[in-house]
Structure formats: structure tokens, C-alpha cells
């Protein structure tokens, strides 16, 4: 049973830059939502998918924007890329939007120099 | 705004003792409550839930809710070495909102 996958792991790039994440969910599940997790903070919810629409935005601007398919995988993508958006992307899987089981996968790590 | 305060510790135990991890929130109407455990450079994972007010069990793991005083804990019972981990609370408030909101976390150090 294959859990949250997610790519890349890693990446590098430079300010101004934009960035596409990718994931898919864990089998069964049906909604991805997006966290970003800055060095020494808890993670920060950026938003979730379900039924390929944006149901809920966390406090982040309009550079990040998000995308869901048919087959419940999603994208991130940030555009403009601040020396602040360095940090670890994480894609959270759920049966349901308010699905009380909420299983992470291993993240991507982004760094912008 | 909901907020989730957690002491950021150091924590540090000896092996075989009692790990206390605190967690307070300011949303009343916060309805779950989760404990994840997150090892340096890898992502949370879900070790405890709860729901309703009172104690919950698994294994070496205790989770307590007191929905009164906006108080959730965790104790980890026989401490070992691998238990030295980063241990996020959460809370998901369910009516109309999709998202979990994080503490900051509290690191544990168990000490051999």
C-alpha cells in the first residue's frame, strides 16, 4: 500500500524563480493538502484540494498556487521565488476534506539562493 | 486565530523515565486533536488522536485532553533513546475549516 509520494526531494533554485511540487496521495484518499514548514517551526497549512477545487487557503499569497487531478494527485507551484519560501514542502493525504486521519509524506526540501 | 502553544524545550529525560509534552490552544471549538512525532529532517508522523476529553492509550504512549482548560499532553511512558524526536501537537476544528494548525513542536532528548 503505497503511502504520500512526493518529488523531487530536494531542489535549488534561484530567486524569481518559479518551482512545481508534485504528489500523490495515498491509496484510498482523495484529498491533498499543502504545508510549508520553515527551520524550527511547526508546519503552516497553504491549502487543500478536493474534487480538483481549492476548498480551503491558509494565509499565503497569490504566488502559491496549487492544482488537483482526475486522479487525486496535485501540484504546488510557487512563482517568484523569495529567499523565504526555503523550507520543507509537505503534501498531506485524507479521505475527505474533513477527514480526521491525515497521513504526510516525506516532503519536498526547497532551498532559493 | 487559532493558536497552538507548545513549550520548545529541550526536553531531556533519562532512559526509562516519563516524557510530559504539554500543548494548550485558544480555539474552543477545536474538535481533534493529534500528536506527531518528527524525527530531524524527516517528515511528521502520526502517532496519537484524540477526540473527547479524558485519557487515550497505545502502547508507551498516553495523549490527555481537557477540553475545559484548552489543555492537551502526551506522556511517553519507559523513555528510550529513540523517542528523541520533535513532537508536534495539532488541532483540527472540523466545523468549515480543512486545516490542521501546528504547534511549533517541543524537541525531546531521552538520555542514555
Known amino acids: 500500500d503505497a503511502g504520500v509520494t512526493q518529488s523531487p526531494t530536494h531542489l535549488i533554485k534561484t530567486r524569481g524563480q518559479q518551482v512545481t511540487l508534485r504528489c500523490s496521495p495515498k491509496?484510498?484518499?482523495?484529498?491533498v493538502s499543502w504545508y510549508q514548514q520553515a527551520l524550527g517551526q511547526g508546519p503552516q497549512f497553504i491549502f487543500q484540494?478536493?474534487?480538483?477545487?481549492?476548498?480551503q487557503r491558509g494565509n499565503f499569497p497569490d504566488r502559491f498556487s496549487g492544482h488537483q487531478f482526475p486522479n487525486y494527485s496535485s501540484e504546488l507551484n510557487v512563482n517568484a521565488l523569495l529567499l523565504g519560501d526555503s523550507a520543507l514542502y509537505l503534501c498531506?493525504?485524507?479521505?475527505?476534506?474533513?477527514?480526521?486521519?491525515?497521513?504526510f509524506g516525506e516532503g519536498s526540501w526547497l532551498t532559493v539562493v | 486565530q487559532k493558536e497552538v502553544e507548545q513549550n520548545s524545550g529541550p526536553l531531556s529525560v533519562p532512559e526509562g523515565a516519563i516524557a510530559s509534552l504539554n500543548c494548550t490552544y485558544s480555539?474552543?471549538?477545536?474538535?481533534?486533536f493529534f500528536w506527531y512525532r518528527q524525527y530531524s529532517g524527516k517528515s511528521p508522523e502520526l502517532i496519537m488522536s484524540?477526540?473527547?476529553?479524558g485519557d487515550k492509550e497505545d502502547g508507551r504512549f498516553t495523549a490527555q485532553l481537557n477540553k475545559a482548560s484548552q489543555y492537551v499532553s502526551l506522556l511517553i511512558r519507559d523513555s528510550q533513546p529513540s523517542d528523541s524526536a520533535t513532537y508536534l501537537c495539532?488541532?483540527?476544528?472540523?466545523?468549515?475549516?480543512?486545516?490542521?494548525?501546528f504547534g511549533k513542536g517541543t524537541k525531546l532528548s531521552v538520555i542514555p
Open positions: 498531506a493525504s485524507s479521505s475527505g476534506p474533513a477527514g480526521n486521519t491525515i497521513y
Open positions: 484524540i477526540y473527547s476529553n
Open positions: 480555539d474552543r471549538g477545536s474538535q481533534s
Open positions: 491509496s484510498g484518499h482523495d484529498t
Open positions: 495539532a488541532l483540527y476544528s472540523g466545523a468549515g475549516s480543512y486545516q490542521l494548525t
Open positions: 484540494y478536493y474534487e480538483e477545487e481549492e476548498r
